[in-house]
């Protein structure tokens, strides 16, 4: 089993940033990959970013790609998602999921584990 814990949410104007934390625990071969997800109100939930551990290879969506950042701190079990130059688009609630196995990428129906989810909101 994995446990997942979010944190790092809020409320920022637009051109700001935040960054979210992941705070794992449980079996680490079930977080092999780790990734961020977001759901606004009345869309599908959608990958963001994610991180394979066994390589450090990342992959963004294009949406995100130059202005977030994904890190994971293995001594702290933590993931981070560095969110600059945020958009009112941006706005969504934020998950973190965690998968095992080789595979890694931002279909959210490939993942095993999540958390219970960091709102952002940005404002225009």
């Known amino acids: 089993q994995v446990q997942l814990v979010e944190s790092g949410g809020g409320s920022v104007q637009a051109g700001g940033s935040l960054r979210l934390s992941c705070a794992a625990s449980g079996d680490t071969y079930n977080r092999n990959c780790m990734g961020w997800f977001r759901q606004a109100p009345g869309k599908e939930r959608e990958g963001v970013a994610c991180t394979y551990s066994n390589s450090g290879s990342t992959y963004y969506a294009d949406s995100v790609k130059g202005r977030f950042t994904i890190s994971q701190d293995n001594a702290k079990n933590t993931v981070y998602l560095q969110m600059n130059s945020l958009k009112p688009e941006d706005t969504a609630m934020y998950y973190c999921?965690?998968?095992?196995?080789?595979?890694?990428?931002?279909?959210?129906?490939?993942?095993?584990?999540w958390g219970q989810g960091t709102q952002v909101t940005v404002s225009s």
């Open positions: 999921a965690a998968r095992g196995g080789s595979w890694c990428g931002l279909a959210p129906y490939m993942y095993n584990y």
